[in-house]
């Protein structure tokens, strides 16, 4: 597995497509990743996507790679342990938005119906294992 952070605006940069551009077993896949750490904060807006965003995760998924939205809500952990990431694709996203009538994807549908990305100990603290992307 191969991937690269792409630096955006919490580094001072433009927005791009998405955070993260991945390479696994002959599949590309570009992640996008928010953050919830406001206390019990139970929902991620859907225009926390910028339209920028979904395009870029779109053709992404359109010549064949994966294109996915990870949320992680930090408030669901204790001390350095990250809280919990749940991760579904763009094509997902973009059909909850038509579907659901309201502004925002509640965390129970997100821990019913999306995939919980487990944590990855490291040397300091916990990442997230996106190995689970490719399964």
């Not at 790679?65 to 919990?84: A, E, H, S, Y």
Request: proline share 2%; with cysteine.
């Amino acid at each position: 597995m191969w991937g690269k952070r792409i630096p955006d605006s919490a580094y001072g940069k433009k927005n791009d497509e998405c955070d993260f551009i991945l390479f696994n077993n002959g599949i590309f896949a570009g992640v996008e990743c928010k953050m919830n750490s406001s206390d019990n904060r139970k929902s991620i807006a859907f225009d926390r996507l910028t339209e920028e965003q979904k395009k870029g995760l779109m053709e992404i998924n359109d010549l064949g790679g994966k294109g996915w939205i990870l949320t992680n809500f930090r408030w669901m952990g204790t001390g350095n342990d990250k809280g919990r990431c749940f991760a579904w694709t763009i094509t997902h996203h973009l059909y909850l938005w038509q579907a659901l009538d309201r502004k925002s994807i509640p965390i129970d549908y997100l821990q019913e119906n999306t995939l919980c990305v487990p944590k990855l100990k490291l040397d300091k603290g916990f990442g997230w294992d996106l190995r689970v992307l490719f399964n």
